[in-house]
């Protein structure tokens, strides 16, 4: 199972919008609506911050978002903070029982 | 709250053999499906495998890259995952992570990680 696509960086000023795509097929993105996105800073484990396309975990800010159309997902980060510069990585559940990550995407503000 | 807590990481030549375990609590640990996850030094995420419940029989789905070589195992009366890995490639070199699987199949809790390092 090859990777999920991602751009692999993304930036924008204090402030302002990113977002990211993860391209993936029918067997995964395309298929379920169990694409999920964590946030990792250097040097920590990653932290879930969307699941099921477009829901937020409690204590998740509203900036963050989420979206699918066909086989490609997308994070959208609104108010870009100092403390959002990180790696960013979707995740899908596999239509074989597997799961699977984007290949990643530094965001720098 | 939710800890998960690896141990058992460190150097292992090539060819050999190393057990990871994750300790869980803060929550049912039984309810839930337990992976594994790592990332080479400077790399992106590695979905290794998932094991299930009792009431699915602790079945077990494994990558293409480690079916074979690496088994995960769990103790509900321990709350405790494991992941046993055998003919260790200086290519397994990474961080391991455990990590709670919750709603949506998604990956809800990730412990603080544990680095293996194969290496002659």
């Known amino acids: 199972q090859s990777a999920l696509t991602q751009p692999p960086s993304a930036s924008g000023s204090p402030g302002q919008s990113v977002t990211i795509s993860c391209t993936g097929t029918?067997?995964?993105?395309?298929?379920?609506?169990?694409v999920s996105w964590y946030q990792q800073h250097p040097g920590k484990a990653p932290k879930l911050l969307i699941f099921?396309?477009?829901k937020r975990p409690s204590g998740v800010p509203d900036r963050f978002s989420g979206s699918k159309s066909g086989n490609t997902a997308s994070l959208t980060v609104s108010g870009l903070q100092a403390e959002d510069e990180a790696d960013y990585y979707c995740?899908?559940?596999?239509?074989?029982?597997?799961?699977?990550f984007g290949t990643g995407t530094k965001v720098t503000v | 709250d939710v800890q998960l807590v690896e141990s058992g990481g460190g150097l292992v030549q090539p060819g050999g053999s190393m057990r990871l375990s994750c300790g869980a609590s803060?929550?049912?640990?039984?309810?839930?499906?337990m992976d594994w996850v790592r990332q080479a030094p400077g790399k992106g995420l590695e979905w290794l495998g998932r094991?299930?419940?009792?009431?699915?029989?602790?079945?077990?789905e494994y990558a293409a890259s480690v079916k074979g070589r690496f088994i995960i195992s769990r103790d509900d009366s321990k709350d405790s995952l494991y992941l046993q890995m055998n003919s260790l490639e200086t290519e397994d070199t990474a961080v391991y992570y455990c990590?709670?699987?919750?709603?949506?199949?998604?990956?809800?809790?990730w412990g603080q990680g544990a680095l293996v390092t194969v290496s002659s």
């Open positions: 094991i299930r419940m009792k009431i699915y029989s602790y079945t077990t």
């Open positions: 803060g929550f049912k640990f039984s309810d839930h499906y």
């Open positions: 029918s067997s995964d993105v395309g298929h379920y609506n169990y």
């Open positions: 990590v709670r699987a919750g709603e949506g199949a998604t990956l809800d809790y």
């Open positions: 099921e396309v477009s």
């Open positions: 995740g899908s559940y596999l239509v074989n029982n597997r799961y699977v």
